[in-house]
């Protein structure tokens, strides 16, 4: 899907301790970033565009804040969460597939082959997704995630994915709420992938949830209506994309973008280009002991170009290791 | 696009007087509807969805209401207005292309020969929706329906093409949202050529309107980054695919659909296919003094299945003309 990257990185993440510090005392808003300008510029552009009588004020249905999901509001190593979950869905359904025990890429999957998984190249990567995805009704699809994300655990925290999510953005996203924003998720992810968590975890419904999707077909059964989810890709919500489907989900220019790849350089830049106060922010991940540290050579959430355009354009780059106090939410 | 038939109601409409009567006084809600089953069955909807306590109560969240829109919002006879624009487009564009005047389709519009337009078929309806609404970027597009919405006139009415709504329908979607429910359009209309009215004409906002679509390109200029239309369809949102729009863009079913032919069938099925309450009604144009009157034998606006379905499964069946007091609003 995204490319064949997502396959790339299998290699298993050093375990260590999770720290989740108690948010800071007396900070009004934003009590997990620490103070600095990243923080700061967050609170100026919100003070500034919500303000009446100031010259940025804009009016609330203008307040448009998109939001990339992997590696943005929630980590993306050792591999895009999502294909975790196709994966182990191919391990769950293989006993309904005995023909997987000899067939590329499925046999690599069920013997934990990566080199094998890495040979099957991006036609490979797709039909592991269409295999996982596809072939259910859009209900009974995300029972199917539902129950996963219930019970699978992440390789190195050991933790449930939806509690991989940054609270530092969960913080964000409820400040910019809380002035009257619409929080939108603009992601590569699977966008029926994503609904099923996204409100409970992020607080934004699914209507506001716009990501990468296959073809539904609609099917009248004995029982009623269905929509079948189809073994074909629709629309892939990356790089130059993003801001396309920005414009057809919402049709309006977002006034505020997050990103930590060069696949939000292009929805960044949309966004930038508007006229009125605009604000750009990434997040570059530093912080090896308690997440991740990766960007120009990474081939997961690779940050090289945005970056440059980032200082060239006085986006807001946050440095994780030094501007977010807390990383994750406290167990729950 | 939709189909041929877009084509094929050539036939000039006879003139007639239009009749606006003022809103019947004393009538607290949906003053332009006739007392009746059709009126009284909207209000008892609303009703027992949004009162605390009600076994039918419906959680504002849910509260979704999608409804198609030519024939359904405003008249589309003698054809789609879209294609009327399309039509005036391709005469407004022909002094920069000479090679139209030997040209089919483009020749037989140009000189008004609909049995050339005819025989063009599918093919020759798709090269006039191509040429005339792609090539340019989204914001030109939209300047451009816009400076059309504001010089044309309809040809039986000599009125401006957003002044072609119906005033009971205006209503129903004011009513719905002083209850607190969400009112998107779901039409088989482009996507951007709608959004350019939806909101001052219907009080839709660009993220509530669902259409078809062509595809666009993501475009870095020197003065900045353009969203460029190219002619090619991205999406038809017509039957079966409608509720597959309504899956992808709001993520959540209706509990109210409103439609008027046997496109919007599928969306009605899907609507009413859900738990709890729902509510389905259908538009039946019966009124030829005021408006038009057809179903099964149009080749625009087709109602067949759905009317045998509306009477099957309970759905409302407006009569235009015995259901409607004023057909559009007073001229502006």
Redesign the interface.
Known sequence: MRNLIWLLVLASAAGCAVEAPAPAENAPVLPSWNDGPARQSIIDFVERTTTPGSADFVEP?DRIATFDNDGTLWSEQPMYFQLLFAIDRIHMMAADHPEWNDQQPFKAVLENDNEALIASGEHGLMQLLMASHAGMS?DEFAQIVSDWLGKARHPRFDRPYSELVYQPMLEVLDYLRANGFQTWIVSGGG??FM?VFAQEVYGV???Q?IGS?IE???E?RDD??V?VRQPALHFLND???K??AI??????RPIAAFGNSDGDL?ML??TA?GDGPRFGLIVHHTDSEREWAYDRDSHIGRLDQALVEAAERGWTVVDMERDWATIYPASQ
């Open positions: 249905e859009t966008i029926e609904r419904g699914p209507q949830v999707s539904l077909e609609y009248m009623g209506p929509l790089k130059g994309d801001p396309v414009e057809r989900f919402i049709g309006r292009q830049q949309w280009a």
